[in-house]
């Protein structure tokens, strides 16, 4: 498939494979609204906001459009697994639809199978019909490990998995903040099996980026919310911002 294939499918087609996303200390409410805005007009998939914004962000949504989005036990994943559920929980009664769930990554590191599957159930009986998506380091993974760890994300009814969570998780180690390319949502892809499907996330900031990576196999792609860039979803823009 050529790299740059869904370059040319309609703006429409490739926003609504976007995931607008801010997850910094600094958003404000002012932030998501504007974010919100610019979702709804432009036709993105969902806002990925820090929990403590959801209701404001449902607010100004009002339940159509876009989806509600957050990430629970960010950015690090170690906390409990009931704390987890209550945060997974109290988004979703907000209003959230989706999470984005930051399991316990040693865990998985260290091949403790038993524990994540009780943390993802857990957390699926918290939540309702929300959509779920593990995120996994999926670079810093073993190829046994990256398949275990999909196929539990299946078993707890989860809906996707996430490629990395984009944010250092060593902050001595600047390899360790994931980014997406296109030959690892392919590699990735080849290791999801059954319904589970892929989003990409880590530095995605053009529309070529979101063509390339959709191209690869993702399903979903999480896209910086910076200033201007929602706006060059609906040109063709360049081909930089994702690497080969």
């Known amino acids: 498939m050529t790299m740059f ?8 087609q490739l926003a609504a494979s976007v995931e607008y996303t801010d997850l910094r200390k600094t958003i404000t409410y002012r932030d998501v609204e504007s974010m919100c ?12 906001i820090p929990s403590a914004l959801v209701r404001h962000a449902m607010a100004c949504l009002g339940g159509d459009g876009p989806a509600v989005a957050t990430v629970i036990s960010y950015p690090f994943g170690t906390q409990s697994p009931t704390v987890k559920a209550r945060e997974a929980a109290g988004a979703v009664d907000h209003g959230a639809r989706e999470l984005d769930v930051v399991p316990h990554f040693g865990a998985i590191l260290s091949q403790r199978w038993a524990e994540l599957r009780e943390e993802l159930n857990v957390i699926r009986k918290a939540t309702g019909h929300a959509l779920l998506k593990l995120v996994l ?9 990256l398949r275990r760890a999909c196929a539990e ?3 707890a ?3 996707y998995v996430v490629n990395t969570l984009g944010f250092r998780i060593v902050s001595t180690d600047p390899a360790a903040e994931g980014t997406a390319s296109a ?4 590699s990735l892809r080849a290791h999801v099996a059954g319904t589970l499907k892929i989003k990409a996330a880590g530095g995605v900031a053009s529309r070529a980026a979101v063509a390339a990576l959709l191209d690869a196999g993702a ?7 910076l200033p201007g860039l929602a706006r060059s979803m609906g040109r063709s823009g360049d ?6």
């Open 5 to 12: 294939a869904s370059n040319a499918k309609p703006h429409a």
């Open 37 to 48: 805005t610019e979702a709804e007009h432009i036709g993105f998939a969902a806002v990925v």
């Open 239 to 244: 081909r930089e911002g994702v690497s080969p």
């Open 153 to 155: 994300a299946e078993g």
């Open 183 to 186: 030959s690892g949502i392919a």
């Open 137 to 145: 380091e999926s670079e810093r993974l073993t190829e046994q490990q």
């Open 157 to 159: 009814g989860f809906e």
């Open 219 to 225: 399903s979903r792609v999480a896209m910086l919310a």
